[in-house]
Nanobody, 123 residues
Framework: QVQLVESGGGLVQAGGSLRLSCAASGRTFSTYVTAWFRQAPGKEREFVAA????????YYPASMRGRITTSRDNANNVVYLQMTSLKPEDTAVYYCAVSTGYGGSNYGKYDYWGQGTQVTVSS
């Protein structure tokens, strides 16, 4: 089993920055992929970023590149999502998720999920 706890969400003005954290516990993550997704009211869950624990490779959709960075702290089993130049349309609940397989951008491929953290960007 893997337990995930997100933190760091909140209210921020447009143009501001936030760093989200995802603390993981349970099974080892050395071969897992951890991803961030977000979901706004009435919208589909959207892929934001992913990081491979084994080699640190990161993956972003084109729409996020340049504003979002994900990183990991191996020693403490924490994954971060740094977001800059935030826009009101970034408002959503942000989730971290772990895939025991390939992962990718399909949320259906992820096996474990955190409870989510709300990010609200005011204009």
């Amino acid at each position: 089993q893997v337990q995930l706890v997100e933190s760091g969400g909140g209210l921020v003005q447009a143009g501001g920055s936030l760093r989200l954290s995802c603390a993981a516990s349970g099974r080892t993550f050395s071969t897992y992929v951890t991803a961030w997704f977000r979901q706004a009211p009435g919208k589909e869950r959207e892929f934001v970023a992913a990081i491979d624990w084994s080699d640190g490779n990161t993956y972003y959709p084109a729409s996020m590149r340049g504003r979002i960075t994900t990183s990991r702290d191996n020693a403490n089993n924490v994954v971060y999502l740094q977001m800059t130049s935030l826009k009101p349309e970034d408002t959503a609940v942000y989730y971290c998720a772990v895939s025991t397989g390939y992962g990718g951008s399909n949320y259906g491929k992820y096996d474990y999920w955190g409870q989510g953290t709300q990010v609200t960007v005011s204009s």
